[in-house]
């Protein structure tokens, strides 16, 4: 599991403090402090195409998440809304870091999915060819088809 830890400028101890926290838990966990550079609305095209691409699927209903997805537009007004997106926000984090983002060492993964195709292949039973001896009829056959 991957933790991504957001925040805007102003509370950065607080990310600082979430990492630490998480590190004396477990220092080995794999965490990553991110701050926001862009906007939300900025931050969520890319990720909105990946939906449009139909490679994002949900399982299980998140009602509160789909009406924050439903009301989000690029001309949301947060304090007529009464609330910030920040479930939205928070998805648009997590999916870059696994569907946008290239992911670190992606070509060796490629390479290795690659060489399975490849044995695979090559385990697969081949249908046999036969072979006709040259002159005889089935060879003479063969040799008018192929003209």
């Given at each position: 599991?991957?933790?991504v830890v957001t925040t805007t400028p102003r509370p950065a101890k607080l990310i600082d403090m979430v990492g630490a926290t998480?590190?004396?838990i477990d220092?080995?966990?794999?965490?990553?402090a991110v701050r926001a550079s862009r906007g939300k609305v900025v931050r969520a095209e890319p990720l909105a195409a990946t939906y449009q691409q139909g490679r994002?699927?949900?399982i299980g209903t998140f009602p509160q998440l789909e009406d924050q997805m439903t009301n989000?537009?690029?001309d949301i007004d947060r304090a007529a809304a009464g609330y910030s997106p920040d479930r939205v926000d928070a998805l648009v984090w997590a999916f870059?870091?696994?569907?946008?983002e290239p992911m670190k060492?992606?070509?060796i993964f490629e390479l290795y999915r690659r060489n399975a195709e490849a044995a695979e292949q090559r385990d697969k039973p081949q249908a046999s060819q036969t072979t006709?001896?040259?002159g005889a009829m089935e060879w003479l056959a063969e040799q008018k088809k192929s003209r």
């Amino acid at each position: 599991m991957h933790t991504v830890v957001t925040t805007t400028p102003r509370p950065a101890k607080l990310i600082d403090m979430v990492g630490a926290t998480l590190r004396m838990i477990d220092p080995n966990v794999a965490f990553t402090a991110v701050r926001a550079s862009r906007g939300k609305v900025v931050r969520a095209e890319p990720l909105a195409a990946t939906y449009q691409q139909g490679r994002v699927h949900h399982i299980g209903t998140f009602p509160q998440l789909e009406d924050q997805m439903t009301n989000f537009t690029s001309d949301i007004d947060r304090a007529a809304a009464g609330y910030s997106p920040d479930r939205v926000d928070a998805l648009v984090w997590a999916f870059s870091e696994l569907l946008v983002e290239p992911m670190k060492g992606e070509r060796i993964f490629e390479l290795y999915r690659r060489n399975a195709e490849a044995a695979e292949q090559r385990d697969k039973p081949q249908a046999s060819q036969t072979t006709w001896a040259i002159g005889a009829m089935e060879w003479l056959a063969e040799q008018k088809k192929s003209r």
